[in-house]
Nanobody, 121 residues
Framework: QLQASGGGLVQAGGSLRLSCARSGRTFSSSIMGWFRQAPGKEREFVALIRWGAGTTYSADSVKGRFTISRDGAKNTVYLRMNSLRPEDTAVYYC????????????????WGQGTLVTVSS
């Protein structure tokens, strides 16, 4: 349903772009989000986008550095991450729900498999 990709190892200050391709039942999901989970920590909200209008919202910790966007033709959501910091190291997950503008991971019905981002200092 959701296929995430694009993670990897990058030095602090570098950039990565994550992709999340949606298919099947997730076509009806109007909210797409990115979450992340660092070792030993809870899953936390990163950014979301309302598919139709393109409205976005990002966590304070990533504002100005990360940008969420979508490509309707490709049914893909992106997370462009610039100025990466070691504290951004985590497994990043894309998620979808049917319209709830929420920062809580429990409100998301569909989840991708996660992609690991490691930022070295």
């Amino acid at each position: 349903q959701l296929q995430a990709s694009g993670g990897g190892l990058v030095q602090a200050g570098g950039s990565l772009r994550l992709s999340c391709a949606r298919s099947g039942r997730t076509f009806s999901s109007s909210i797409m989000g990115w979450f992340r989970q660092a070792p030993g920590k809870e899953r936390e909200f990163v950014a979301l986008i309302r598919w139709g209008a393109g409205t976005t919202y990002s966590a304070d910790s990533v504002k100005g550095r990360f940008t969420i966007s979508r490509d309707g033709a490709k049914n893909t959501v992106y997370l462009r991450m610039n100025s990466l910091r070691p504290e951004d190291t985590a497994v990043y997950y894309c998620a979808a729900n049917k319209g709830l503008f929420s920062l809580r991971y429990s409100d998301y019905e569909f989840w991708g498999q996660g992609t690991l981002v490691t930022v070295s200092s």
